[in-house]
């Protein structure tokens, strides 16, 4: 199996069609005076509560649970990562991951090519590992046409990015309403794979990004985000910049015991997650108070929020019932 790296342009200098009678609802809605909604002015009142009593004042209607079939856990020496993976958008490379993981391919791997400030990469440094279920090379989902009936909640302001962005069930994305295309952004703790230049090059090797990586948005697949155990993505072994990140030390690599499906684990072993449902009024409300922050310790209030400065409130189960 070839090698795959992640090609990266830029300062790092690291070496289908739509259907056009589909109505989707993508513009951003706008007041009287055609500002954005959610927005505020000198002459408009601030939110009423800031995000934390906004979250404090969910039901449990206003959360979803993650679900075991499309929940991947990742575990290194450091603790558990938890990612959950997209239902809506590059079901290929979903199932390409499950079958990987359920293969076994991940167990006993490594993370190996680390970047401050940029991503960890995961997999096989040297493309000898055979892979048994899975798919050799994967057809790139970079974006795709709009699923009909896809939930879309708009962020609500301009993004240099995307001609509109949101969430799509928890997920950060951009849409291009012209091409009628649709993508999952490179917010904190996507989860993506790699390729060579080759467009439909990917295959095994994973990545998690440590900061927002917008420009890479279109140019890789995002099929997941990480939900829980971030800190212990930071706290992976970097490389050195000039090396393309990949750490030439193999002691210093970040061992992978396994990559497993978390429906595959007994049902009393899982991590119970639930994150914020997306679709909802409070969810709304938490954007307008994450763009004007209420609170008297803020001064200055941009009227403007950044689609991957707006964190997806996660927790187990028992925290929200006290159990």
């Known amino acids: 199996m070839e090698k795959k790296l992640l090609c990266l342009l830029g300062a790092l200098a690291l070496t289908a069609s739509c259907d056009n009678s589909m109505e989707v609802d993508i513009a951003i809605d706008t007041d009287e005076d055609g500002k954005p909604e959610f927005s505020y002015s000198k002459d408009k009142p601030l ?37 959950l993976l997209t239902p809506d958008l590059a079901q290929a490379h979903v199932t390409q991951v499950k079958k990987l993981a359920r293969e076994g391919y991940y167990d006993g791997l490594h993370f190996y090519r680390v970047i401050e400030g940029f991503v960890a990469q995961g997999g096989d440094e040297s493309g000898q590992k055979e892979i048994i279920t899975a798919e050799q090379t994967m057809k790139a989902e970079f974006d795709e046409p709009i699923p009909e009936g896809l939930a879309f909640t708009k962020l609500g302001n301009e993004d240099g990015y995307a001609d509109k962005v949101g969430y799509i069930n928890g997920f950060p994305a951009g849409v291009d309403k012209d091409d009628g295309k649709v993508w999952l952004a490179h917010c904190s703790g996507a989860f993506a794979f790699g390729r060579n230049n080759q467009r439909d090059s990917a295959s095994t090797e994973f990545y998690i990004t440590l900061q927002p990586q917008r420009y890479l948005d279109r140019n890789l697949t995002v099929f997941g985000r990480v939900i829980w155990g971030m800190e212990h993505v930071q706290s992976i072994t970097r490389g050195a910049a000039g090396n393309g990140g990949v750490i030439s030390d193999k002691e210093r690599w970040t061992p992978i015991s396994s990559i497993s499906v978390a ?37 200055y209030r941009p009227d403007h929020l950044d689609l991957c400065q707006m964190p997806l409130p996660v927790r187990l189960k028992q925290d929200a019932t006290g159990e």
Do not use: H
């Open 47 to 83: 939110p009423e509560r800031g995000p934390g009593a906004i979250v404090a004042a969910t039901t449990s209607d206003d959360w979803q649970d993650a679900d075991p079939e499309n929940t991947l856990y990742i575990d290194i020496p450091q603790g558990r990562i938890v990612v």
């Open 263 to 299: 429906a595959d684990w007994p049902e009393e072993q899982r991590l119970a997650l639930e994150w914020m449902d997306t679709n909802t009024e409070l969810f709304k409300e938490l954007l307008g108070a994450r763009r004007n922050r209420p609170e008297d310790f803020f001064y």
